[in-house]
């Protein structure tokens, strides 16, 4: 049996359907190792911001977009 959901429950299923899809295509594109220390990710974050939201690589980094500010805004050459 199929089963029936509501409008609201089909938007929420569909949203975060299309935020996994996004999750995963930045990490198929991570052509390095997954990187392991806060600097690591801080430098990924920097090389693919071109490509994906800055919001979107500190979700799937798992590190705070306010961190990653704050790393960026020393490291400014």
């Given at each position: 049996?199929?089963?029936?959901y509501?409008k ?11 935020r996994?899809?996004?999750e995963?295509?930045v990490l198929?594109?991570?052509e390095k190792?997954?990187p ?5 990710k801080?430098?990924m974050i ?18 705070n ?10 490291h400014?050459i």
């Amino acid at each position: 049996m199929i089963p029936v959901y509501s409008k609201e429950e089909a938007a929420r299923i569909v949203n975060q359907n299309k935020r996994l899809d996004e999750e995963n295509q930045v990490l198929r594109s991570m052509e390095k190792a997954f990187p392991k220390t806060l600097h690591e990710k801080f430098q990924m974050i920097e090389e693919m911001k071109s490509f994906f939201s800055i919001e979107l690589l500190c979700r799937v980094l798992e590190v705070n977009r306010s961190s990653y500010y704050k790393w960026n805004k020393k490291h400014i050459i």
